[in-house]
């Protein structure tokens, strides 16, 4: 085989790589389709109590770190900034780059706990944040943040100051 026939044949081969890369994708973003972030800003009568800068991991369904949701706005990694806020209104923001701002209400959180590995990361035993979340009325979720201004085990707490009682303090839902 020529030089030229071999470089054809490994074009050839990334490009149908690439292609059932996409439709992998999209299938997924299809599948996921009807699970919508909860979008809005801190509501009146929050009151911020911790912030956290760090990489935003994935969001996985619950108890399968390996089975990454394509979510609109929480499908990829990114930057991210984790505000707490108690109050009134307690819960949980997240600031995800290029992303409008999540918020997610303290009575839709399942529990928080540390982990450590999630889809593409593995990381020192219990450096990943696991927060478990209602997405819908049912559905339950686990989005992964690596807190790089404080420690797994900080942030797990502060989200943990600002549940009630009721709820799971640990990783069981």
Do not use: N
Not at 12 to 20: K, N, R
Not at 114 to 139: F, N, P
Not at 145 to 160: C, G, N, V, Y
């Amino acid at each position: 085989m020529t030089r030229e026939g071999a470089l054809l044949v490994m074009v050839a081969v990334a490009l149908v790589l690439l292609a059932l890369g996409v439709w992998a994708w999209r299938r997924r973003t299809r599948r996921d389709g009807g699970l919508v972030a909860p979008v809005g800003e801190l509501p009146v009568g929050a009151v911020e109590t911790a912030s956290v800068s760090g990489l935003y991991v994935a969001t996985t369904r619950h108890d399968e770190p390996l089975e990454r949701l394509a979510i609109r706005g929480l499908g990829f990694r990114s930057r991210v900034d984790v505000i707490v806020a108690g109050g009134a209104a307690p819960g949980v923001a997240i600031d995800l780059t290029g992303q409008p701002r999540l918020f997610i209400r303290a009575d839709r959180i399942v529990s928080v706990d540390q982990a450590t590995v999630a889809i593409d990361r593995v990381v020192e035993k219990q450096g990943l944040t696991r927060l478990c979340w209602r997405i819908d009325g049912e559905s339950v979720v686990d989005s992964y943040f690596r807190p790089q201004t404080a420690s797994a085990r900080a942030l797990a707490e502060a989200i943990r100051s600002v549940l009630t009682p009721t709820q799971t303090p640990g990783g069981d839902a």
